[in-house]
Nanobody, 121 residues
């Protein structure tokens, strides 16, 4: 399994970015896919998850209404559309996968290397 993130960068507060995670060696319908971030000097924070044929989506309270998670099965790619970005969204964003139904979105079998998102004026 390989997960490769891209799309990070520097953006002004209020701006938008779309992160991508190209996945190989797994299928989305039987993996709980997550975006997890780590801000400078802080621990890991689960941000959003998607699971199942029905593509159920889940969000942390800190990003609900601003971020949208999605998958493109044809491209085997996971996305995170981030709108109305705030300085506190600054972090390294990781794509992570767990085989099976998510119990509490804190178990992961595979990780990407991450992509840096910096929100600053």
């Amino acid at each position: 399994v390989q997960l490769v993130e891209s799309g990070g960068g520097l953006v002004q507060p209020g701006g938008s970015l779309r992160l991508s995670c190209a996945a190989s060696g797994l299928t989305f319908h039987d993996h709980a896919m997550s975006w997890v971030r780590q801000a400078p000097g802080k621990g890991l924070e689960w941000v959003s998850g998607i699971y199942g044929y029905e593509k159920y989506t889940y969000y942390s309270d800190s990003v609900k209404g601003r971020f949208t998670i999605s998958t493109d099965n044809a491209k085997n790619t996971l996305y995170l559309q981030m709108n109305s970005l705030r300085p506190e969204d600054t972090a390294v964003y990781y794509c992570a996968a767990y085989k099976g139904a998510p119990l509490n979105w804190n178990e992961y079998d595979h990780w990407g290397r991450g992509t840096q998102v910096t929100v600053s004026s």
